[in-house]
C-alpha cells in the first residue's frame, strides 16, 4: 500500500464547478505538499501545511492531522485548472526535503 | 528573483554513457532536492543537498550521484545508463530543509 493516497485518479469537470481532490497517508508528517503539474512537466508548489487550512485565490487547502488526511478545493474552476494535482508528503524526523509522493489527480475542466 | 533553471533541458544518450545534468537554485536558496519522474513509478525523491553535504538519499543505485557547490548549485549524474533511467529529472529550491520547494523545469532525459 502506497504511503500516500490521491482520489480521485481522475477528474472531468464543467467550467464553475467546485472541486475537491483528497489526499490520505499513513505516516507521521511533519508537512504535507499540494503540487500542480501542467503538461511540460513544471511543478508549482501550491500550498505547504502542517495544520488547518490555507487559501489562495480560488484554491483552499486543508489538512486533519488526526484522521492523517488533507482535501484540495477549487472554487468556480476553470480550464486553465486543467492539470495533475499532486499530493505528497515530509515525514517527520529532523529537517528534510525529501518529499514522498501521491500517484496525482488528472483533472480536466471543460468550458 | 530568476527561478530554479535546469540545464540541459533535453537530453538524448545511448545505453552505457553518463551523463551530468546541473541545476542552479533561486538566488539565496541553500537547499536543493533531485526527483526523478516516471510514468510508471511517477515521481520519486533522488537526493537533497544543504551547503554542500548530502542530507538525504533515496533508494536508487549507486549509478545515481550528485554534488552541491559552494554557491549551492547543483549537479547530478547518473553513469552506465539503461533505458529505464529515461525520465524527467527535476529539481528544487528552498531556503533550508522543511521548506516550501520551488522547481526547476526539469530535464528530460532519453536513453535509445
Known amino acids: 500500500k502506497n504511503e500516500v493516497e490521491q482520489s480521485p485518479q481522475n477528474l472531468t469537470a464543467q467550467e464553475g464547478e467546485f472541486i475537491t481532490i483528497n489526499c490520505s497517508y499513513s505516516?507521521?508528517?511533519?508537512?504535507l505538499h499540494w503540487l500542480q503539474q501542467h503538461p511540460g512537466g513544471g511543478i508549482v508548489s501550491l500550498f505547504m501545511?502542517?495544520?488547518g487550512k490555507k487559501k489562495h485565490g480560488r484554491l483552499i487547502a486543508t489538512i486533519n492531522i488526526q484522521e492523517k488526511h488533507s482535501s484540495l478545493h477549487i472554487t468556480a474552476s476553470h480550464p486553465r485548472d486543467s492539470a495533475v494535482y499532486i499530493c505528497?508528503?515530509?515525514?517527520?524526523?529532523?529537517?528534510?526535503?525529501?518529499?514522498?509522493f501521491g500517484t496525482g489527480t488528472l483533472l480536466a475542466v471543460q468550458p | 528573483k530568476a527561478g530554479v533553471t535546469q540545464t540541459p533541458r533535453y537530453l538524448i544518450k545511448t545505453r552505457g554513457q553518463q551523463v551530468t545534468l546541473s541545476c542552479s537554485p533561486i538566488s539565496g536558496h541553500r537547499s536543493v532536492s533531485w526527483y526523478q519522474q516516471t510514468p510508471g513509478q511517477g515521481l520519486q525523491f533522488l537526493f537533497e543537498y544543504f551547503s554542500e553535504t548530502q542530507r538525504n538519499k533515496g533508494n536508487f543505485p549507486g549509478r545515481f550521484s550528485g554534488r552541491q557547490f559552494s554557491n549551492s548549485r547543483s549537479e547530478m549524474n547518473v553513469s552506465t545508463l539503461e533505458l529505464g533511467d529515461s525520465a524527467l529529472y527535476l529539481c528544487?529550491?528552498?531556503?533550508?530543509?522543511?521548506?516550501?520547494?520551488?522547481f526547476g523545469p526539469g530535464t528530460r532525459l532519453t536513453v535509445l
Open positions: 501545511l502542517s495544520s
Open positions: 528544487a529550491s528552498s531556503l533550508k530543509s522543511n521548506n516550501e520547494q520551488f
Open positions: 505528497a508528503v515530509s515525514r517527520n524526523g529532523g529537517a528534510t526535503n525529501k518529499l514522498i
Open positions: 505516516v507521521g508528517i511533519s508537512a
